[in-house]
C-alpha cells in the first residue's frame, strides 16, 4: 500500500457526488447502488494493486533458478 494512498483517496474522493444523492434520498441509494459500488470499486482497486505488485515480485529470473 505503500505509495499508493494517495490514489486511494482519490478513489475515495470520486464518490463525494453520490454520497450527496444518497443523502438527498435517505440512504435508500446507499443501501442499493452506492455502497456496493463503492466497495467493489476498492476491492478492484486492491486486486489490482495486489497483481502489480505480484507480477513485480515475481519475475521470470525467479523461476528459471
Known sequence: M???KG????LILS?????LLTILTCGILA????GP???????GF???LHHNI?????TEESFTA
Open 2 to 4: 505503500k505509495g499508493h
Open 7 to 10: 490514489e486511494l483517496f482519490g
Open 15 to 19: 464518490f463525494i457526488g453520490w454520497w
Open 31 to 34: 443501501v442499493f447502488y452506492t
Open 37 to 43: 459500488y463503492m466497495g467493489l470499486s476498492e476491492a
Open 46 to 48: 486492491y486486486h489490482e
Open 54 to 58: 505480484t507480477a513485480e515480485t515475481f
